[in-house]
């Protein structure tokens, strides 16, 4: 697993802004109240369930946000396949300050421990087909550039990242363009180099490849017909399985020949991982 987070995100904003939601303008009344100011509490963090693990850096930042003299000791890494059981990471500090932090380092690890390991169980479905698992962009508001970490720590590669990294040419857009060739013909004109474009039929290729379509993304057909599609483009543009692909049905369309399968529900339908924060004294 090779996977970071670009330089260009900025976890010390996400922290203070996650933290912030959390406390509001008054803050942690529970533990200020509970608590007092100079308890001190060991703790580990354990996942209940096998996981793949993701998101341990962030976690990390948000204790030490609120207690900058924090120890922690990371057990295993990011990516990381790991038991049921298993402890994470092992802490040290001030009580107010790790309880506090708790539920929004919490939250955030299980929720990319998640998308991490439903994303390695389709790498898994589909290994030893040639095909490669690709990502989307349904991902949560604000969230996507996490996610799709996640996705890269459990093995997918990521899709388009934005708007405005490729050209996606959809039913609608053809729609309103007028036809396909329109379409490209416009998304060329405007200097795009990696023009995708969608067909769900066998009869759209040709003319989205004479378009100028650069990448053909094979909507909603059954296996017989990507093979067909497959054959039909011959390896003169990559060729992408898309819609009805679970974990049921994924080795059979990676079967096909298509070079990539995308899986909208990676970040769309991940369950949350099973993952505590056991504080105690010792």
């Known amino acids: 697993m090779n996977a970071t987070l670009p330089d260009s995100f900025d976890i010390a904003a996400f922290v203070a802004a996650t933290l912030a939601e959390d406390l509001g303008t008054i803050g942690d009344i529970t533990s200020v109240a509970v608590i007092p100011a100079d308890a001190r509490f060991t703790g580990v963090m354990d996942s209940r369930d096998p996981i793949v693990v993701a998101g341990l850096a962030l976690a990390e930042a948000f204790f030490r946000t609120l207690d900058s003299d924090v120890r922690i000791e990371r057990l295993v890494q990011d990516g990381d396949s790991v038991a049921a059981d298993t402890d994470l990471l092992r802490l040290e500090g001030a009580g107010r300050a790790l309880l506090t932090a708790e539920r929004s380092a919490l939250n955030t690890v299980q929720h990319l421990s998640g998308i991490a390991t439903m994303t390695r169980q389709y790498v898994d479905a589909m290994a ?113 399985a898309s819609g009805g692909v679970n974990l049921e049905t994924i080795r059979a369309i990676a079967e096909t020949g298509v070079t990539y399968v995308s899986v909208g529900r990676l970040t769309q339908s991940a369950p949350a991982a099973d993952i505590g924060l056991d504080f105690t004294t010792a």
């Open 128 to 240: 030893g087909t040639g095909a490669i698992l690709l990502d989307t962009r349904k991902t949560i508001p604000g969230l996507r550039v996490l996610e799709k970490y996640a996705t890269r720590v459990g093995g997918a590669q990521n899709h388009r990242m934005g708007l405005w990294d490729a050209a996606m040419i959809k039913d609608n857009h053809v729609a309103v363009a007028g036809g396909v060739s329109e379409a490209v013909r416009r998304a060329k004109a405007a200097g795009i180099a990696h023009i995708i474009v969608e067909v769900d039929r066998i009869d759209q290729i040709e003319p989205a490849l004479a378009a100028g379509a650069t990448h053909l993304l094979l909507d909603n057909m059954p296996p017989p017909t990507l093979r067909s599609a497959v054959a039909l483009v011959a390896g003169r543009v990559p060729t992408e």
